[in-house]
């Protein structure tokens, strides 16, 4: 299986969930051809791409102009097809069911994105989120309890890794949660 390298992806000033931590996220999400994925708070796309880069069918939302050209730019580059949305979650998300979502930033909006996600994720659908404050990390999991995800799974991810001068750069810290909605 190939993975993109973070230095093989477009940038602009729009974060970028980075390689490790991706791959990681990809893994939580248990990516597959044929699934149908929603990232919410695209970014650059880098989730979105590299999903769709292995069969999955796509649909990113991002709110930010910066991070739609970068997301187009993305898919182009690597000749991959991804559903674009610019809009805010949920207010802008289609009417369609997933059997995978991914949550890389939510504008503020964990709740109303979970309410949209009771209706239009399937049953045994995997939920996976990536934060960086305790207060979202701790709303997102009230939110999985209360919505009674099951199998919840949390990891605190530090990356670094060593510039061209030799001298080791740290990555902030990232939470990875995951829980897979019940049947009912």
């Not at 991706?22 to 970014?43: C, M, N, P, V």
């Not at 910066?66 to 993305?74: F, Q, R, T, V, Y």
Request: include cysteine.
């Amino acid at each position: 299986m190939k993975w993109i390298k973070d230095e093989e992806f477009i940038r602009g000033n729009i974060p970028m969930t980075k390689f490790n931590v991706r791959i990681l996220t990809i893994g939580y999400l248990a990516i597959k051809a044929g699934d149908k994925l929603l990232d919410i708070g695209a970014g650059t796309g880098s989730i979105s791409v590299e999903a769709a880069f292995h069969g999955v069918e796509v649909w990113a939302i991002e709110r930010e102009k910066e991070g739609i050209d970068l997301i187009n730019k993305n898919k182009n580059k690597f000749g991959v097809n991804v559903n674009i949305i610019h809009g805010q979650a949920p207010k802008d998300l289609p009417n369609i069911k997933f059997n995978k979502c991914f949550i890389g930033g939510s504008g503020g909006n964990l709740e109303q994105i979970f309410s949209y996600l009771d209706e239009n994720l399937e049953a045994n659908g995997i939920l996976c989120g990536n934060f960086i404050t305790l207060k979202n990390l701790n709303q997102f999991i009230e939110l999985l309890n209360k919505y009674k995800y099951s199998d919840i799974e949390t990891q605190l991810i530090q990356t670094s890794y060593v510039d061209k001068i030799g001298l080791m750069k740290g990555n902030n810290p990232i939470f990875i949660i995951k829980g897979v909605k019940n049947n009912d």
